[in-house]
């Protein structure tokens, strides 16, 4: 394919996602069953657009899904993953002050998950990195 950096046809995603913290817990949202890695607990986020920086998106993809204004976040890490049927980059950021209350805005289910019970639930493949480094920064 000629638009395809790499000459496979499988779709390059990159991906802001934020790590919402409040206390020893992070904000999940319930993938829908119809979506890619569906019916598993994600970080809130979405697909960079063409022309956008990656906080400027985790900023609209907050407010899309989840309703609440993003005021500082700051790099915590990058994860390429190779799923069978696209390729994704989730450039993860840890989300430090936001204002407004997180709502469920697609009607997706949200929780309040304590770090330390991370490894009990379900997240897509990619995600396994970064409940590991939760775990080990933020639980003693
Ligand atoms: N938001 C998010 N996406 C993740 C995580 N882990 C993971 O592998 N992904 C993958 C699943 C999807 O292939 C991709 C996100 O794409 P998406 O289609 O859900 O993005 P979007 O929110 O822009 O969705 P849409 O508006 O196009 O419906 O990243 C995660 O923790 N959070
Ligand atoms: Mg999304």
Same mark, same amino acid.
């Given at each position: 394919m000629v638009n395809s950096p790499n000459h496979t046809s499988k779709p390059q995603l990159h991906v802001a996602v934020g790590i919402i913290k409040r206390q020893q817990q992070v904000l999940l949202a319930l993938r829908h069953a119809? !979506?890619? !890695?569906?019916d598993k607990w994600e970080f809130p986020g979405g697909k960079v657009e063409l022309g956008e920086t990656v906080d400027v998106a985790l900023k609209r993809e907050l407010q899309e899904e989840l309703a609440i204004t993003l005021t500082a976040c700051q790099p915590f890490m990058q994860i390429q993953h190779a799923y069978p049927e696209r390729d994704v980059l989730l450039d993860i950021w840890l989300v430090t002050a936001f204002e407004g209350v997180p709502t469920g805005v697609e009607g997706q289910p949200l929780q309040w998950a304590e770090i330390s019970q991370l490894h009990t639930l379900t997240f897509p493949d990619a995600n396994q990195p970064i409940v590991a480094r939760l775990q080990q920064q933020f639980t003693a």
């Open positions: 119809s !979506q890619h !890695q569906g």
